[in-house]
């Protein structure tokens, strides 16, 4: 197993052996380049570390929803504070989150 890089658009194929095609821009199997193992650990590792970020996103999205859906309900001041609390706090992991993600495209950490 290891991972094979198109030099042509920067696809990343995880197999055996590389494809006969790049599955993203065509180019054929010798447009490759096998990832030594400590790139292939990186790319496994920031693939991993992405969609942990993604999840946060989701799950920080879903805090503020419901942040929001207690403060419309309006029980009481002290709650409602919370709820608006909660808010800012999940944008700030939200809006971190997003930051991150944003720079690893930048380093192609992807
Ligand atoms: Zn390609």
């Not at 290891?2 to 030099?7: A, D, N, S």
């Not at 929803?65 to 939200?94: M, S, Y």
Request: glycine share 8%; with cysteine; aromatic share 6%.
């Amino acid at each position: 197993m290891g991972i094979f890089r198109c030099t042509v658009c920067g696809y990343k194929f995880e197999g055996p052996e590389a494809p006969e095609f790049c599955p993203k821009c065509g180019a054929p199997k010798d447009k490759f380049i096998a990832l030594d193992e400590e790139s292939a650990k990186k790319v496994v590792s920031s693939a991993r570390t992405n969609s942990i970020h993604a999840e946060l996103i989701a799950i920080a999205d879903r805090v503020i929803a419901l942040a929001e859906e207690g403060i419309e309900i309006n029980l009481d001041p002290p709650c409602v504070a919370l709820f608006h609390k909660a808010v800012t706090e999940a944008t700030q992991i939200r809006q971190r989150s997003k930051a991150e993600i944003e720079g690893h495209i930048g380093k192609g950490k992807w």
